[in-house]
């Protein structure tokens, strides 16, 4: 089972820092990739970074690369994504999603390729 709990996101100023984190309440992350998506206004909704749980793979757009680190704490399954150097272009609700099975590189953006949501949190980069 997998039920994803999304913490973190609130009101930042640009160039600050912010932590998302996304917890599994539902079980165990294995071979599950968690991937993170946003959607600002009137946009459809983005890839962001992914995390292949099973071999502990990052993965980023380029937009993020260099300012957002994801992490994990396998005591809570959990992924982090640490965001660093924040814009006001950063700013959207961000979703956290897992899938049921390894996914491969190129499959990573496509948000129809995650079987889990959760349930979105604000993110504004505003000064």
């Known amino acids: 089972q997998v039920q994803l709990i999304i913490s973190g996101g609130g009101l930042v100023q640009p160039g600050g820092s912010l932590r998302l984190s996304c917890a599994n309440s539902?079980?165990?992350?294995?071979?599950?990739?968690v991937g993170w998506f946003r959607q600002a206004p009137g946009k459809d909704r983005e890839f962001v970074a992914a995390?292949?749980?099973?071999?502990?793979?990052?993965h980023y757009t380029d937009s993020v690369k260099g300012r957002f680190t994801l992490s994990r704490d396998r005591a809570k399954n959990t992924v982090h994504l640490q965001m660093n150097s924040l814009m006001p272009e950063d700013t959207a609700v961000y979703y956290c999603?897992?899938?049921?099975?390894?996914?491969?590189?190129?499959?990573?953006?496509?948000?129809?390729?995650?079987?889990?949501w959760g349930q979105g949190t604000q993110v504004t980069v505003s000064s």
């Open positions: 995390f292949r749980w099973g071999e502990g793979s990052t």
């Open positions: 999603a897992a899938s049921n099975s390894r996914l491969i590189v190129s499959s990573l953006r496509d948000r129809a390729n995650y079987d889990h």
């Open positions: 539902g079980g165990t992350f294995s071979r599950h990739t």
